[in-house]
């Protein structure tokens, strides 16, 4: 069990909230969460690079000059590899590069992601409730009133946020939303700053909960 510091809009202490989620042991906790960082972003990559082997290069069907007589390297096609435009080597073909790791595992890696972030996560009362338009300098002047500095990265979880807050926070290049339920151990453990609503500590727990 943990607890996480409660602020209000204005950024004034509002007490305490629990965060209760079972982690990994510490003798296997970095390894996981290693392993978890390394499939969610192998999974992120494309795998769509592809280069044409001398098979695969048009051309080469006679040969470009005759064995003998021009001083030069003898050669049988134009689409070796020693010519431009010539096939390569051991170069890259469409892969997938999808990494396993269980169910069980996965949700332990964001558990355990998460409790190690417990110091640096506040807990802010209706954040951006009051926000009726799009406006970028409320969230700014928010996030500076709870201590955060405009050059921190900082990862904002919501439950249920409005379309207000989501323009608003769009244009802030260090501030990312996400939604309680969608987390991940990458973006939980780059982030300098988690903050969130009540509802999102409330969804974790209920969606996270290993009971």
């Keep these: 069990m943990a607890n996480c510091v409660v602020k209000d809009w204005q950024g004034k202490d509002s007490g305490q909230a629990e965060l209760t989620l079972s982690v990994a042991r510490d003798t296997t906790a970095s390894d996981l969460l290693h392993r978890a960082v ?3 972003l192998a999974h992120a990559r494309q795998g769509t690079a592809s280069t044409l082997t001398r098979a695969e290069v048009a051309g080469g069907g006679r040969k470009p000059y005759k064995q003998k007589g021009t001083g030069r390297a003898r050669q049988g ?9 010539g096939g390569i080597v051991f ?4 892969r997938a590069y999808s990494l396993s790791l269980n169910r069980k595992e996965r949700r332990l890696a964001l558990r355990t992601a998460l409790m190690s972030r417990v110091e ?3 807990v802010v009362k209706g954040f951006g409730d009051t926000l009726e ?10 996030l500076t009133r709870l201590g955060i500095t405009s050059d921190t990265r900082v990862l904002l979880v919501l439950d249920g946020a ?3 807050v989501k323009l608003s926070v769009r244009n802030l290049e260090r501030v990312k939303l996400i939604a309680a339920d969608q987390l991940n151990v990458f973006d939980l453990l780059n982030a ?3 903050v969130l609503n009540e509802g ?12």
Excluded: W
Aim: charged share 30%; aromatic share 2%; net charge positive.
């Design 38 to 40: 390394l499939r969610q």
């Design 77 to 85: 096609s134009i689409r070796t590899p020693l010519r431009p435009g």
């Design 91 to 94: 170069g890259p073909k469409p």
């Design 120 to 122: 640096d996560i506040t």
């Design 133 to 142: 338009a799009p406006k970028t300098k409320e969230i700014t002047a928010a």
């Design 162 to 164: 409005s379309e207000a």
């Design 192 to 194: 300098q700053k988690l």
């Design 200 to 211: 999102a500590l409330a969804k974790i727990q209920e969606v996270y909960s290993d009971g």
